[in-house]
Every structure is written in C-alpha cells, then in structure tokens.
C-alpha cells in the first residue's frame, strides 16, 4: 500500500519560511516524480512544484524564486523549501508521485499553510 505522509505546515508570517517534507513508502521512490499540489478555499487545485527522477524541476511561476523542491532518494523523502510566504500562499499542500511530472498516480492527506500576521 503506498503512503505518502506530508509534515511541515504551520502557520507563518508574512516574509517568513516553511520547509515541507514528505515521506514515502510502499513505492520504489527513485523510479517515481515527486512534488505538491496545493489548494485555496475557493480556488481550483494548483501544481506548485515537480521535480523528475533525474531531478530536473517545474515551479509555477507563482512560487518561481521563492520555492525550491528537492528529494533524498536514500530517504524515500521529498521536501518543498518555502522562502518569503505571502498570504495567497495560504493553502494545503499536498504531496503527490507519478510516473510523470503531471504527479498524477499517488497522493497525500494534506497540510495545511497558513500565512498571517
């Protein structure tokens, strides 16, 4: 059974940093894209960041400079740095697999990311 197990969120003000993590297990982890998906109340689910096998890396361009994705292959571990949060970074952070950067074949219960003063 696959499970893919997110930690990290919180809340957060303005300006400051979150580092996400997500573990996996049940899967080969090195054969599998990894990233996050987030979702806004009222607002459609939105790819945040993929990186490949190989490690090559897809940012939206709302979190491009701001946002840094990498994995630990020995780890079976992803994680999502998050430097200057804004409040329309508010959201959950979801932590998706697949066998292509779309991220489409497992994914994760969610955390959630708060940023407010």
């Known amino acids: 059974q696959v499970q893919l197990v997110e930690s990290g969120g919180g809340l957060v003000q303005p300006g400051g940093s979150l580092r996400l993590s997500c573990t996996a297990s049940?899967?080969?982890?090195?054969?599998?894209?990894m990233g996050w998906y987030r979702q806004a109340p009222g607002k459609q689910r939105e790819l945040v960041a993929a990186?490949?096998?190989?490690?090559?890396?897809n940012y939206a361009g709302s979190v491009k400079g701001r946002f840094t994705i990498s994995r630990d292959n020995a780890k079976n571990t992803a994680y999502l740095q998050m430097n200057s949060l804004k409040p329309e970074d508010t959201a959950v952070y979801y932590c998706?697999?697949?066998?292509?950067?779309?991220?489409?074949?497992?994914g994760g219960q969610g955390t959630q990311v708060t940023v407010s003063s």
């Open positions: 998706n697999a697949g066998t292509t950067m779309r991220l489409l074949d497992y």
């Open positions: 049940g899967l080969i982890f090195s054969f599998y894209a």
């Open positions: 990186i490949s096998r190989g490690g090559n890396t």
